[in-house]
Nanobody, 120 residues
Framework: QVQLVESGGGLVQAGGSLRLSCAASGDIFSINAMGWYRQAPGKQRELVAVIGSDGRTVYADSVKGRFTISRDYAENTVWLVYLQMNSLKPEDTAVYYC???????????WGKGTLVTVSS
C-alpha cells in the first residue's frame, strides 16, 4: 500500500499561480499512475491531470494550457508529483486530491486533500 500527502494549497487571486505537491511513500514501486482530482462544493470529484508510469499525461479540458503535472521519482522511498497551476480562475476553487493507481488490480489510494481557493 501507499500513503499520499498533499501540500501547497491556499488562497490566491484570479490570474495567480499555485503549485501543489504530493508525496507518495510505502510500496511506491507498485504505483501505475498518479494524478490529481478535485471536488468543488456541491459537485462530484473530477479528474484534473494524470501522469502514467511512462510519463504520458492526460488533462481535463478545463485546465489544458494552464495546469502542468510533473513527477520526481528520483528517490527510492518517496515519490513526488506536482501540479503547477497558472492563470487560476474562481471556478478552480476546490479541494484537490492526490491519487495513485496501485498494483496489478489498480487499487485506488487517495490523499486527504488540500484546499485551493481562487478569489475574483
Amino acid at each position: 500500500q501507499v500513503q499520499l500527502v498533499e501540500s501547497g494549497g491556499g488562497l490566491v487571486q484570479a490570474g495567480g499561480s499555485l503549485r501543489l505537491s504530493c508525496a507518495a511513500s510505502g510500496d511506491i514501486f507498485s504505483i501505475n499512475a498518479m494524478g490529481w482530482y478535485r471536488q468543488a462544493p456541491g459537485k462530484q470529484r473530477e479528474l484534473v491531470a494524470v501522469i502514467g508510469s511512462d510519463g504520458r499525461t492526460v488533462y481535463a479540458d478545463s485546465v489544458k494550457g494552464r495546469f502542468t503535472i510533473s513527477r520526481d521519482y528520483a528517490e527510492n522511498t518517496v515519490w513526488l508529483v506536482y501540479l503547477q497551476m497558472n492563470s487560476l480562475k474562481p471556478e478552480d476553487t476546490a479541494v484537490y486530491y492526490c491519487h495513485a493507481d496501485w498494483g496489478m488490480d489498480g487499487i485506488d489510494y487517495w490523499g486527504k486533500g488540500t484546499l485551493v481557493t481562487v478569489s475574483s
